[in-house]
T-cell receptor
Framework: GQNIDQPTEMTATEGAIVQINCTYQTSGFNGLFWYQQHAGEAPTFLSYNVLDGLEEKGRFSSFLSRSKGYSYLLLKELQMKDSASYLCAVMDSNYQLIWGAGTKLIIKP | SQTIHQWPATLVQPVGSPLSLECTVEGTSNPNLYWYRQAAGRGLQLLFY??????ISSEVPQNLSASRPQDRQFILSSKKLLLSDSGFYLC????????????FGEGSRLTVL
């Protein structure tokens, strides 16, 4: 079966760095997405990786290793507004998205 | 620019009552449209997707149905709601770029009592 694993919850301190991991097992691979979802709101797109390596976008970076079935989202200089759930999703061979359950990130002052 | 809207934002319905959630997209033509449901602590579950008017693909057997009467309109319906239909429903369209990321509507919180 297809599976996306990510931690349920993480806690970090304002101003610090946090890394959210995602491992996947899917039938085929056509890219990996990270989305941010604040409580009660819709997800918003953060990043897309299809090749191995690191993609940097401001305070957020996303890394992919296809051979390991592994990705992480790195958030630097954490702000209180970064408190949200972070969803990992993989596009399979049928170009359908398989979603992880999300990681709830709690930022403390 | 493209926008997507869905409504209503919140609704509380009794078991056995009908449901209609509506989603419209503006600023694009012939979009791929999706209905997802999100239960607490669970990943997004794809319910239906549509590649064109009248073309609906169902991903899971369920108490729900979808219709696409117009190019930029996608409707999620039920004739008789069950308690298990409660959840956060999200409409989305796939962007035109190479990445094909999804853009979501505001979401509809359904509580079935």
């Amino acid at each position: 079966g297809q599976n996306i694993d990510q931690p349920t919850e993480m806690t970090a301190t304002e101003g610090a760095i946090v890394q959210i991991n995602c491992t996947y097992q899917t039938s085929g691979f056509n890219g990996l997405f990270w989305y941010q979802q604040h409580a009660g709101e819709a997800p918003t797109f953060l990043s897309y990786n299809v090749l191995d390596g690191l993609e940097e976008k401001g305070r957020f970076s996303s890394f992919l290793s296809r051979s390991k079935g592994y990705s992480y989202l790195l958030l630097k200089e954490l702000q209180m507004k970064d408190s949200a759930s972070y969803l990992c999703a993989v596009m399979d061979s049928n170009y359908q998205l398989i979603w992880g359950a999300g990681t709830k990130l709690i930022i403390k002052p | 620019s493209q926008t997507i809207h869905q409504w209503p934002a919140t609704l509380v319905q009794p078991v056995g009552s009908p449901l209609s959630l509506e989603c419209t997209v503006e600023g694009t033509s012939n979009p791929n449209l999706y209905w997802y449901r999100q239960a607490a602590g669970r990943g997004l579950q794809l319910l239906f997707y549509s590649v064109g008017i009248g073309q609906i693909s169902s991903e899971v057997p369920q108490n729900l149905s979808a219709s696409r009467p117009q190019d930029r309109q996608f409707i999620l319906s039920s004739k008789k709601l069950l308690l298990s239909d409660s959840g956060f429903y999200l409409c989305a369209w796939r962007g035109p770029g190479d990445t094909g990321e999804l853009f979501f509507g505001e979401g509809s919180r359904l509580t079935v009592l």
